[in-house]
């Protein structure tokens, strides 16, 4: 079977390339708030790809069932195919080879919107481990992990709750707590495994399906500079907090007023304003976290 073009997305190309088989091409853009960046940054898509590939690795090694089949490529992944289904009522306990239309995260520290969630009183203290009444920090360890579910396949994530991520997706409660036992079981495994090469995963996303008989399987990448958050464990003993994922990069945006002036449009249902390129002398920077952070995600070299 000739390889076939199916969609772009905001950092993949899919491709399918058998009956039941799909590539996916790992392009060099870069996207920070549902925004795809008009720069490509050198590399990147090949430390995604190679990153996902070891831990899909190390999945399997656990026994947990993924879509991954191989590389084909330093920036190309064969995976299983699966049904992308948006009308939500077809969804039930007894559909097969589906992708769940949710996104799983999974948070171990107090950083990014959490904490402004925990400001704003959307979150409380308690919801997240600590005491009523403490008032939680940036950089600080929650007493347990958050685990969280937003929409995938909706223009924007938007949070839900366990009973609607359950209903939306055709879960059961003990499918539902799979998932999440599997995400525990995972974090817990990557964070035993950068802490050796001096890094905090800090939080992180998952994504799942269901294959031809029901079994759960883990799909799309995790553990990368995209989906997860990491910091410099020394810089962190030291209360200094270096990002080391795409965190830099929204940090970037946020240093411009970038990102005040996109939510304000949102918020008025006003025209986005486009995202501007990177400036010439950040583009460098990111690659070299990208490169960076892939070999001591890995223990890999790069080249």
Known sequence: MEKKFLKSGKVKEVYEVEENMLEFKFTDQISVFDKVIPTLVPHKGETLCRTSAHWFTVAKSMGIHSHFE???????????KVDVIRDYAKLTPETT???IPLEFICRHYVAGSLLDRLKSGDVKPEDVGFPSGHTPKYGEKLPEPFFETTTKLEEFDRKLTIEEGMEMAGLTKEEFQKIKDTVLKLDEKIGEEVRKRGLIHVDGKKEFA??????????????TADEDRFWDAASYEEGKFVEMSKEFVRQHYRSISYLDVLEDARKKGEEEPDIPALPDDVTPKVSELYIKLFERLTGEKFR
Do not use: A, C, H
């Open 210 to 223: 269901f294959d031809s008989e029901r079994n759960l399987m883990l799909i799309d990448t995790f553990g």
């Open 97 to 99: 080879n589906y992708l």
């Open 70 to 80: 191989g590389l084909s490529g330093p920036n190309l992944m064969q995976v299983k």
